[in-house]
């Protein structure tokens, strides 16, 4: 089998797991697992709090990967913050006077970044890296997978606000409101990650993309804990401002609820096997991932 056909069937491959996922984390996620098929080294970044936070990276050794994890860089300058401003790039080198964000790796010899734009916003970055003459290299296989992630991204947002709007057309019982209409706060939960006011102090930390605890022995549990920490990722991703405003005023139930029981149900749909047992899995990781640790907040 030639390196061509091996890669063509890693990205297929690849691709299809992208677009069976359901939430945003996961999306993420499978898009950096994807990068296999066209580089060795690749790093997320995500649109947050007005700038650039490091989420995950692949390839890297392991202490460059828990430095990129802690990386900021700015929205309104460098090399993200250009890639983020160019609407029509696909995908694009470095150029005179740009350097990738330094996290402590060894800078390769070729670098591509890659915006993944969500409603016309980049909501995140995709840079790849490689050493001189290093395999797989294929930017257009990168494109393609950024492509395929944006596409469900924004599947995501669609049916959200679908549902949205269904809510607020029988709760009124009549047509549906604009969407001026609406409250800022229910915009705010239905769109892309994206940058919160200014005024909000942000308290939460990036997801270090690995569960917290210790391992379980038993692999279904462990699946179903990993999966539960990635509802509630998923949560604060779309919702970040309202957990910061809800940890302060103690009414985080109350502001995620609708949230909450949706990732409830999904867990319940994906390990109806474990039962209660498995529930207070999900209830766990909401607490430490939502709540800080403060179980009254749930």
């Known amino acids: 089998m030639s390196s061509e056909t091996a890669m063509l069937e890693t990205l297929d491959r690849r691709m299809a797991e992208l677009t069976s996922f359901l939430s945003p984390s996961e999306i993420f996620r ?16 995500l649109m947050r709090d007005g700038r650039f936070k490091g989420w995950n990276s692949i390839g890297y050794p392991a202490a460059a990967a828990q430095s990129q994890r802690q990386t900021i860089a700015p929205a309104d300058s460098g090399w993200l913050a250009a890639l ?37 916003k980049a909501v995140a970055i995709l840079i790849a890296e490689r050493a001189a003459g290093e395999e797989p ?33 029988d709760a009124a019982g009549a047509s549906p409101p604009s969407t001026l209409q609406r ?8 769109e892309a990650p994206k940058t919160a006011p200014a005024a909000v102090a942000t308290e939460l930390t990036p997801w270090s993309g690995v569960a ?33 405003v809800g940890r302060r005023q103690r009414d985080l139930a109350g502001r995620l609820g609708e949230q909450f029981q949706r990732g409830r149900d999904a867990f319940a749909q ?15 990781a909401y607490v430490q991932v939502l709540a800080g640790g403060d179980a009254s907040l749930i």
């Open 30 to 45: 499978a898009l950096l697992e994807g990068t296999v098929a066209g580089a060795p080294r690749a790093a997320v970044f």
């Open 137 to 169: 290299w294929s930017p257009a296989a990168l494109a393609i997978l950024c492509q395929a992630a944006r596409l469900r991204l924004e599947l995501d947002l669609a049916w959200r606000r679908l549902k949205t709007l269904a809510a607020d057309t």
């Open 183 to 190: 409250s800022s706060e229910t915009s705010h939960a239905e």
């Open 212 to 244: 917290a605890g210790t391992a379980d022995p038993d692999p279904r549990r462990e699946e179903a804990r990993r999966y539960a920490r990635l509802v509630a990722t998923d949560i604060r991703l779309y919702n970040e401002e309202a957990v910061v």
């Open 84 to 120: 983020a401003g160019e609407e029509d790039v696909r995908w694009r080198s470095l150029r005179a006077g740009e350097s990738v964000p330094d996290f402590g790796q060894s800078h390769g010899a070729d670098t591509v970044g890659l915006p993944l734009r969500v409603g016309g």
């Open 270 to 284: 994906r390990f109806p096997d474990l039962g209660p047992e498995g529930m207070k899995l999900l209830d766990d």
